[in-house]
């Protein structure tokens, strides 16, 4: 008998939260959301690449399609003139100064130093709504006992670079097309750097 009123009781207070209204903000849309089911359209571009780092753009470009894959949210697009939205970037320069030093002052150690900068455009108002401009990524690397363990070590930490960058990136869509249930506002990433546009 206390059993079955017992599972009576739960069966009224999951009804009660099931009817409250209760919803969570993470799973709200924005404006952003053309169709309002929780789905956006994104084109990869390819990044343009400045620098003499060949082949950068396109660890980006996959570490960029991995992430996004994560969620259902996004669904990628090969078709540019379907996309909801275009995320396009650019790797400004490179430097790789030696960090630290053993023997003789030969480089144990170096330092990749990538300014890089990307945007989202809204295809709908070809405005851009959200751009981060001229930030600075860094990652070591170790210095190999002859050039080609040096260059596989250093395009290792490319690769580390570039899956980091589509983490952060990944972050911020998710707060661009998510908002606050009570302020019905978008809740944006807080960050010294990164702009959204209205």
Not at 103 to 131: C, F, G, H, P, W
Request: glycine content about 4%; charged content about 20%; overall charge negative.
């Amino acid at each position: 008998m206390q059993d079955k009123y017992a599972l009576f009781i739960i069966f009224v207070i999951l009804c009660f939260l099931a009817g409250c209204g209760y919803s969570s903000p993470y799973s709200q849309t924005t404006d952003y959301d053309r169709d309002h089911d929780g789905q956006v359209t994104i084109y990869l571009q390819m990044w343009d690449n400045k620098t003499n780092l060949l082949g950068f753009q396109a660890t980006i470009q996959q570490s960029l399609t991995n992430w996004l894959k994560k969620s259902q949210r996004y669904i990628l697009t090969q078709n540019r003139d379907s996309a909801d939205f275009i995320l396009s970037g650019q790797i400004h320069s490179v430097e790789i100064p030696g960090l630290s030093f053993g023997q003789y002052d030969r480089a144990t150690e170096i330092r990749i130093n990538t300014r890089l900068s990307y945007q989202l455009l809204d295809t709908n108002t070809q405005k851009i709504v959200m751009v981060k401009s001229g930030f600075l990524k860094q990652q070591t690397s170790a210095v190999g006992s002859d050039s080609v363990h040096t260059k596989s070590n250093q395009q290792a930490a490319l690769t580390v670079m570039a899956d980091s960058l589509a983490d952060e990136i990944y972050i911020q869509l998710f707060y661009l097309f998510t908002r606050n249930d009570l302020t019905e506002e978008r809740q944006i990433m807080p960050t010294d750097d990164i702009t959204i546009l209205e």
